[in-house]
């Protein structure tokens, strides 16, 4: 099980993986190179399996994959969410049962090192993550229905004459880490006009602070 933050170093380390990998497929001369290179140590090692050159249809599909991968590396490293790493164990498992399918059909064998790491990321990204991040949200998220007394808002909203308003940032000034307000002032919503009251409504009971 990983942690939040494990997580997220696992999702840019695959993406960084893929970047690396797949660099090379971007463009024509690049795959190329990278393709003879390939056919040198397969020929070097006596693989068996075909790698058969590349006519410009074949070149295409290699570009393609190349392009859309390393566009979808480039975000999960710049933004590694969760969702994304799910998502990227999809794909891999997509990923190995076409390579399986080309090393059962005659393709070199060079792709059993392709496969391998592929799993290994995607079982990797489908492990659970433990939820102490959200754990802590939620717990901010209730303190005032936990705290009757508390004149914290958890939810962003608050209620003028019995009508929800979104807060802007900074709206009330509030001690989230003791819950606490100062009273009867809601800052940057200026002065009120007398005899009206503001509520403010948690998320199970509502608190009417007349000013």
Not at 161 to 181: E, H, W, Y
Request: with cysteine; charged share 10%; proline share 8%.
């Amino acid at each position: 099980m990983w942690t939040s933050t494990q997580y997220r170093q696992l999702v840019k380390g695959s993406a960084w993986y893929d970047l690396i990998v797949m660099v090379a497929f971007v463009t024509p001369w690049s795959f190329a190179a990278l393709h003879g290179v390939l056919l040198s140590v397969s020929q070097a090692f006596n693989l068996p399996g075909e790698l058969p050159p590349f006519e410009p249809m074949h070149m295409l599909m290699a570009n393609l994959l190349g392009s859309i991968v390393c566009v979808w590396a480039v975000l999960r490293i710049r933004d590694p969410q969760q969702v994304f790493g799910r998502y990227d164990a999809v794909g891999r498992f997509l990923f190995s049962a076409w390579q399986l399918y080309a090393l059962l059909h005659g393709g070199s064998s060079l792709l059993v090192i392709f496969l391998f790491f592929e799993l290994a990321w995607g079982v990797a990204q489908v492990l659970p993550v433990r939820a102490s991040s959200r754990a802590s949200s939620h717990t901010l998220g209730m303190c005032c229905s936990q705290h009757p007394g508390s004149t914290t808002v958890p939810c962003g909203r608050f209620y003028v004459a019995g009508q929800p308003r979104n807060l802007r940032p900074g709206g009330i000034r509030s001690d989230f880490s003791s819950g606490q307000m100062p009273p009867g002032r809601v800052s940057g919503q200026g002065p009120p006009r007398p005899g009206f009251s503001r509520s403010l409504l948690p998320n199970t009971t509502r608190k009417t602070v007349s000013i």
